[in-house]
């Protein structure tokens, strides 16, 4: 209990007091130490100097400024840095030196190589749609007055763990329409827009005196549909549940082209096989095809009762057809977290989390473009959206960059999201290079000499964005 | 909360009116209003989703969609939660304290001292090593997990939250120097001036002139770091062994059976993430200056 209470008390009151936390090791304390040491040392360095010959403070006094920083950089940074990429050269074990074998590998293996492919297909997604949302967005807060709460909204996800963000969406991405909320929204878009309700399992007996056959997953009748001829199509297969609150079946009329699709089994055994008895249910909803050579001449479906009935048909003989889709199992939902489509779905939850980041910042960019410029060019007759082409966006390109190489260098990185979101199975298929460093280093690999490659190959990634970090700042200052 | 996010459209509406503003004055206002609040509810479920699954029993969980509470509200139940923290999870959450508030303030101190040096005393090569620190803004954190293992190892803190502690410190330093420089550069000459003229000691003017007056960033910088540490897997993945694990190892180790670990997991994420949410809204404006002071200059 004293354990816990020190803990945070130590170094924290430490550090705002200026003494050293104490902490048990030698070169923690020799980084902390140096507050102190500031303290006293900035005090004696004027009345060393006696009389200074400028105002200013002497460069000595830097140091002791510069003296935590520099250590902890240099110690957990700088150190870190030239090991790594010596421990890149040598192989698992770390004994024998293998040149640029680990990095070789990088390239040749195959479970690397697809990280390599995840990582190129995030940087070419991400950022860009990041990037292009935050700019519609805030270009569309403008003209609302609940934009604080909107921004807010969107903003939240910030804040939030990626871990928190990760749980948070396995549970959006659920497989099971009744737990996913993506799948849930998207079957029942599906079921509204498509009324088949579907009959898996259900199929004509397999005999001579069947009237009915299978032929590559579609049921066919064997008999020629001719006006005056109603078709039997009797099916088994099915449960009585499926179709307790369904309609007896009926006879078609005679006439036209038409005829029963229906469940040739009573309840408890009786009944005539291949004939509509008054206590088998018909079969409501089921595609109907009549197909004359190789094409479908006409489609209808079957009523409550199971009848159908094809209006407008040139006289002739058909073939009647019940497709394929008819039995296949009901529509369930995108596999979202399959080996498929698991990289575009763990994107859409980077995409919920870096969207309102984007935005905030090119507001902030929109906010500070000189109306003059805008105003200029509505008077020389620009159309709105001219204006938008040509004077906003590039106006605000810069803010954009920065928007758009932040998200970069954040993707390139991307660690958390892929970890928890895709399932243990499908990993292989999510991995992005900061996953497979850890994995290969940490996670059960054993290779830390690979590990240490990988590492100086994300390094080496974000090298063009460090070069781009200082220019900006030179620019900036001068 | 008002002001930054507010501010912002506030002052650029007059502007605006004119850009997209009249392309969507004849699509019609009302297209964009009901687009907008078609995306802030697409923002809002999936964190909605999390909340409620982790007020509904397991059972419910595996019958029915947790969107099925909104119209039995009676389901919800709180045993989820007082299951999680009986079986040990206070312990990580407290953790996750331990290394957080420690790493923000060492950070802030550390930072602070060193940004005073770069603005505002002068010494050979300070600009060469300023862009050194401005280089290592985006240096990745993989880089320094298999050298500062072995490091720790060697010095007997592997496991320990001390060793969490010290590396979000150092990987917190560049950015926080970053931003707490160009804050006090834009502090006024005269005021310094005239502190050192009457004859303040350099560590009693950082002290009490330039430290105060650099609130504000300070501020941004102390809820992007406690948020950065808070929210941090990685670190905690790598150097903290299960005694000293923050909550985000706690619930990782969870994740291989989801299913089966819902009830745990939705309740976990949760707490985690009622926190930082807690001091998003609370400092929302200082987050939002700090994001624009350490992006777009």
């Known amino acids: 209990m004293t354990e816990r209470l020190d803990g945070p008390q130590a170094p924290g009151g430490g550090d705002a007091a200026g003494e050293p936390p104490g902490p048990r090791e030698t070169p923690p304390a020799g980084v902390t130490a140096p507050v102190a040491a500031a303290a006293s040392a900035t005090a004696a360095v004027p009345a060393e100097g006696a009389a200074p010959p400028?105002?200013?403070?002497?460069?000595?006094?830097?140091?002791?400024?510069?003296?935590?920083?520099?250590?902890?950089?240099?110690?957990?940074?700088?150190?870190?840095?030239?090991?790594s990429l010596v421990r890149s050269l040598f192989d698992a074990s770390g004994s024998r030196f293998v040149g640029l074998g680990n990095y070789g590998s990088i390239f040749t293996d195959s479970?690397?190589?697809?990280?390599?492919?995840?990582?190129?297909?995030?940087?070419?997604?991400?950022?860009?749609v990041v990037t292009a949302l935050g700019l519609i967005f805030a270009v569309l807060t403008e003209r609302i007055r609940w934009a604080t709460a909107f921004k807010l909204v969107l903003f939240m996800p910030m804040a939030v763990s990626l871990l928190a963000a990760g749980v948070i969406f396995r549970l959006v991405y659920e497989q099971d329409p009744d737990k996913g909320v993506a799948n849930a929204i998207i079957t029942t878009v599906h079921d509204t827009f498509s009324s088949s309700t579907g009959y898996p399992g259900a199929r004509p007996r397999e005999n001579d005196q069947a009237p009915a056959t299978v032929q590559g997953g579609a049921v066919v009748a064997k008999q020629q549909a001719q006006p005056g001829r109603p078709v039997l199509i009797p099916l088994v297969g099915l449960s009585q549940d499926v179709v307790k609150d369904a309609a007896p079946a009926k006879a078609a009329p005679a006439d036209?082209?038409?005829g029963t699709v229906w469940l040739d089994v009573v309840r408890g055994g009786g009944g005539t096989l291949n004939q509509v008895d008054p206590q088998e249910k018909g079969l409501a909803g089921i595609t109907v095809e009549a197909v004359s050579g190789s094409t479908v001449k006409a489609t209808t479906e079957t009523a409550d009762d199971g009848t159908f009935r094809f209006s407008g048909l040139p006289a002739g003989s058909y073939v009647i057809r019940l497709p394929q889709s008819n039995f296949t199992a009901p529509f369930n939902g995108v596999t979202w977290l399959g080996p498929a489509l698991i990289t575009p779905a763990i994107i859409g939850a980077y995409i919920w989390v870096w969207a309102g980041f984007a935005m905030v910042l090119i507001a902030a960019g929109l906010s500070a473009i000189p109306r003059d410029a805008l105003e200029a060019a509505r008077i020389d007759g620009a159309t709105e959206?001219?204006?938008?082409?040509?004077?906003?966006?590039?106006?605000?390109?810069?803010?954009?960059?920065?928007?758009?190489?932040?998200?970069?260098?954040?993707?390139?990185?991307?660690?958390?999201?892929?970890?928890?979101?895709?399932?243990?199975?499908?990993?292989?298929?999510a991995n992005?290079?900061?996953?497979?460093?850890?994995r290969v280093s940490f996670g059960g690999g054993g290779n830390q000499g690979l590990g240490s490659a990988l590492s100086i190959f994300l390094l080496l990634l974000v090298v063009p964005f460090m070069i781009f970090n200082i220019r900006r700042f030179r620019r900036d200052e001068s | 909360m008002t002001t930054?996010?507010?501010?912002?459209?506030?002052?650029?509406?007059?502007?605006?009116?004119?850009?997209?503003?009249?392309?969507?004055?004849?699509?019609?206002?009302?297209?964009?209003?009901?687009?907008?609040?078609?995306?802030?509810?697409?923002?809002?479920?999936?964190?909605?989703?999390?909340?409620i699954v982790s007020l509904r029993s397991e059972t419910a969980n595996n019958s029915t969609g947790w969107w099925t509470l909104l119209t039995k509200p009676a389901e919800i139940t709180f045993k989820n939660y007082s299951n999680l923290l009986a079986s040990g999870f206070g312990q990580s959450f407290?953790?996750?304290?331990?290394?957080?508030?420690?790493?923000?303030?060492?950070?802030?101190?550390?930072?602070?001292?060193?940004?005073?040096a770069f603005a505002w005393i002068e010494f050979p090569g300070r600009d060469a090593v300023f862009l050194v620190v401005i280089a290592l803004l985006v240096v990745p954190v993989q880089i320094a997990l298999i050298p500062i293992a072995k490091l720790y190892?060697?010095?007997?803190?592997?496991?320990?939250?001390?060793?969490?502690?010290?590396?979000?410190?150092?990987?917190?330093?560049?950015?926080?120097?970053?931003?707490?420089?160009?804050?006090?550069?834009?502090?006024?000459?005269?005021?310094?001036?005239?502190?050192?003229?009457?004859?303040?000691?350099?560590?009693?003017?950082?002290?009490?002139?330039?430290?105060?007056?650099?609130?504000?960033?300070?501020?941004?910088?102390?809820?992007?770091?406690?948020?950065?540490?808070?929210?941090?897997?990685?670190?905690?993945?790598?150097?903290?062994?299960?005694?000293?694990?923050?909550?985000?190892?706690?619930?990782?180790?969870?994740?291989?059976?989801?299913?089966t670990n819902v009830d745990i997991l939705a309740p976990g994420a949760f707490l985690s993430l009622i926190i930082p949410l807690v001091l998003f809204f609370a400092f929302q404006r200082y987050f939002v200056q700090g994001l624009l002071a350490g992006s777009v200059k």
């Open chain 1, 256 to 258: 036209g082209i038409g």
């Open chain 1, 111 to 128: 479970s690397t190589l697809t990280t390599i492919r995840n990582n190129v297909i995030w940087v070419v997604v991400a950022p860009v």
């Open chain 2, 94 to 116: 407290w953790n996750t304290v331990l290394i957080t508030v420690p790493a923000t303030l060492l950070v802030i101190g550390i930072a602070a001292m060193a940004a005073y």
């Open chain 2, 4 to 51: 930054t996010v507010a501010e912002q459209p506030r002052h650029a509406m007059a502007i605006q009116r004119g850009v997209a503003g009249r392309i969507m004055d004849r699509l019609g206002g009302g297209v964009v209003q009901v687009f907008l609040v078609l995306v802030a509810v697409f923002w809002l479920v999936p964190t909605l989703g999390l909340l």
């Open chain 2, 153 to 259: 190892g060697f010095l007997g803190i592997f496991g320990s939250i001390l060793g969490v502690v010290l590396f979000h410190v150092a990987f917190g330093l560049p950015f926080a120097i970053f931003l707490l420089r160009n804050f006090f550069v834009g502090i006024p000459r005269e005021l310094l001036e005239a502190a050192r003229m009457d004859g303040a000691p350099e560590w009693r003017i950082f002290a009490t002139v330039v430290f105060p007056l650099a609130k504000p960033a300070i501020a941004s910088l102390g809820i992007f770091q406690f948020l950065w540490v808070w929210n941090d897997l990685l670190v905690a993945l790598v150097f903290a062994d299960t005694d000293n694990q923050p909550m985000t190892k706690a619930l990782q180790s969870q994740m291989r059976q989801f299913g």
């Open chain 1, 432 to 438: 992005v290079i900061a996953l497979e460093m850890w």
């Open chain 1, 385 to 429: 959206w001219q204006v938008f082409r040509r004077i906003t966006v590039p106006l605000l390109a810069p803010v954009l960059l920065v928007v758009f190489v932040t998200m970069v260098i954040n993707v390139l990185k991307v660690f958390d999201l892929v970890f928890i979101i895709a399932p243990g199975s499908v990993q292989p298929q």
């Open chain 1, 54 to 83: 400028r105002l200013g403070p002497s460069p000595r006094l830097a140091v002791m400024f510069l003296l935590p920083a520099v250590l902890l950089l240099a110690a957990w940074m700088i150190y870190p840095l030239v090991y």
